[in-house]
Every structure is written in C-alpha cells, then in structure tokens.
C-alpha cells in the first residue's frame, strides 16, 4: 500500500497520526500480495515501523523547512492595486540578497512616498489621541494592540522580526510637545538626535543599535514637519533585523528620501509678510497695551518702558522694540524682540516672542525667551 496524507480542514499536514503503513503484517497476503520469503512476521513489522519512522522524520523536516505563515495583512478598504501591496506570509531574505529595485507608490495621509514592491501595507484600526499608528510597512509582521486599561485604553505595536527583516511603522503625532522645528535653533534636539529636511521640510533624525527593540539589530526614527501645525508630527520608526542590515537600510534611507508632502505645503509670498505682521501688531497691542512694546510695523523702533506685563518698573527703562516676519513650513513666523543695553544699575538682555500664525494671520502658537527684565520690582 502506497503511503497516504490525509490534509487537515486547514489545509496543513497532520504528521505522522494520518500515515498509514508501507508494508501489510496480515498472515494472510491475499491476492496480489506475497510474503517477504524467510522473514518472520515479527521482521516484518519491525521494518515497517522502521519506515515509518523515516516517512514521518521526512515529513516533519520538510514542514521546519516550510517558513512559517503570518497572519494576512490586508490593506485599507477602496486602495488600489497599485497603491498598496499586500502580504499573507513573511518575505524571507536570504544572506547575501540584494536591494529591491521595483517599487510601490502609496500616497494617503498627507504623505507620497515609494516603498519596495515586495512589502505589504498594513492600516491598523485605532485612533489614539496623542499618537495613530497609520501603517505597518516591510517584511516582518506589525499590529496595533489596544485592551481596556480603567477608563482609558492602552495600545502597542506588536513587531516581530525574522532573519533579514525590516517594519516601518509611520505613524502621526497630534499633540507634540516641545514647539516647532527651527532650523536655526537646535534647542528642541533631543540627545542623539539630528536636525535633517524631509520632503524639503525640517524634520529630526536619530539611529540606534540596542537590540532591546523588538529584537532589531538596527532602530532609525524621523521624526517629520506637518504642515501648517505646530503641534502635530509624523514619525517613522524602522526596525530591522540581520545579518543584511545594510541592505534593509538602504531600502528605508530609499523610502525616507522618496517623501512628498501632498498637498505640497502652501508656499507663502514673502511680499505679503508686512501687512500680515502689522495686523497682527496692531491687534496685540490694542488687547495687551502694557505687556511689552510692540512696534507699529516691521524694523526697528526707541522708547522707554514704564510698564511690562501690567508691572510698574521701578525707574523707566530704554528699549529698542524690533519686528520681523518670515516663511515657516506653510505658517508666518513673526519675531518681536525688546533689547536693553548694558548701564552701571544693569546687564544688556532681550525679551523675544516668537509667534507662529497662520497664512492670514491667525495665531496658533507663542512663546517667550530671554529676560529677567531690569527695574522689576522685588516682591
């Protein structure tokens, strides 16, 4: 009798428990079927259980050869074919393999970008205030997992890697604390992190090689402007796993330098900055008329200050009141510095607020630097 394996409802080996025996140990043969001449029936089924065993050794090593199978991840419902790709199964590398030519295109969320097209997409479900994971990329497998935690709930990405792996989770950040990019202003810099442009846009940058990261050998993180916001970010984290780290980072370093912004940031026409400044001016110091000097328009005005904050000063102090106004990622950014000079009764210093508005000139965010501010009187 030929061996038989009968498939399972899931379409997967059942192993040895389904395999029926090579050799018949019947005393009676029957028709067609002759006995083994000189061997015992105590031989016989010895041999055949020794084939039996080689039978389900090979079947079991074929099945550790066999990569295992991840969960499908599907894309989000209405992409097409071309904008997404799709994966049942990990995409297993091999040492040695080579970078991955053909690409993909995805273009949602205010992003365009290229990716491999041997990557699957996947759209995880949850919508966090602070941070929304908007997609798992890459040949590993990554899932958001969210479970009550008291009143709130409690999300995290479940990564897992395999040998010559990589997933990038881009994700948006909606409440970034800290203030804007500057490219002239490394102050928001976190240890280990870079300043570097994204899409033609400010955007930090940092690496890590712990392996404490989902057992990745190599961690790289931007962090990138969202236009128009000062508050919200995107964030790409990309974990990768050997021995091929190079070719996977050169694989994210390709993706990272594909991103557009779409729509484009609003490019705003410089000529328009002064009368947006003096508007805004005029309207700050009608509302707050003895909290600090502010000019009447852009440059550089003398006066002496009696008051700041509401605060008499003990003895009037000189100022020089300075406003300028420039293009900042889709928002105007304008500057108001009060500067004193060096006297025997006092040091040289500056106040300077900084105000980020919108194209017509709505405030969205402030804040102040510099000070303490000579004459203020001792409490």
């Not at 609003?266 to 502010?294: F, H, N, R």
């Amino acid at each position: 009798m030929n061996p038989t394996n009968r498939a399972r409802d899931d379409g997967s080996a059942d192993g040895c428990s389904e395999y029926e025996l090579p050799v018949s140990v019947s005393r009676d043969t029957g028709p067609g079927r002759q006995r083994l001449p000189g061997v015992s029936s105590a031989t016989r089924l010895a041999l055949a259980a020794l084939v039996l065993v080689l039978v389900c050794g090979l079947a079991v090593g074929l099945r550790l050869l066999t990569p295992p199978r991840s969960p499908r991840m599907s894309a989000s419902p209405g992409a097409s074919d071309s904008a997404v790709a799709t994966s049942s199964g990990l995409a297993l590398r091999t040492p040695g393999s080579t970078i991955q030519t053909e690409t993909a295109h995805l273009d949602e969320w205010g992003l365009a970008f290229d990716y491999p097209a041997g990557w699957y997409v996947a759209h995880p479900a949850d919508n966090m205030h602070v941070m929304s994971v908007l997609a798992f990329l890459g040949t590993g497998s990554g899932y958001q997992v969210c479970t009550p935690w008291g009143d709130t709930v409690q999300c995290y990405s479940d990564i897992h890697l395999e040998s010559d792996q990589v997933i990038v989770r881009l994700s948006e950040l909606t409440t970034q604390v800290g203030g804007p990019f500057d490219a002239a202003d490394a102050k928001w810099l976190n240890p280990g992190q870079d300043l570097v442009t994204v899409g033609g846009l400010p955007a930090t940058y940092s690496e890590s090689t712990r392996t404490g990261w989902y057992e990745s050998d190599l961690a790289l993180v931007w962090n990138l402007s969202a236009p128009g916001s000062i508050l919200e970010r995107y964030e790409i984290d990309a974990y990768m796993r050997g021995p091929d780290v190079d070719v996977l980072r050169t694989e994210v370093d390709r993706l990272v330098a594909s991103i557009r912004y779409d729509p484009a940031p609003v490019k705003l026409d410089p000529t328009q900055g002064p009368g947006v400044a003096s508007g805004t001016l005029a309207e700050l110091k009608a509302a707050y008329p003895d909290s600090i000097c502010y000019p009447t328009a852009l440059g550089a005005t003398s006066q002496e200050l009696q008051l700041v904050f509401g605060v008499q000063l003990t003895k009037p102090l000189p100022v020089t009141c300075t406003a300028q106004i420039e293009p900042y990622v889709g928002l105007w950014k304008l500057t108001i510095t009060t500067a004193w000079n060096a006297a025997p009764d006092r040091s040289a210093g500056s106040y300077t607020l900084q105000l980020y508005l919108t194209p017509s000139g709505e405030r969205t965010w402030s804040e102040a630097i510099g000070g303490p501010v000579p004459y203020w009187p001792s409490s």
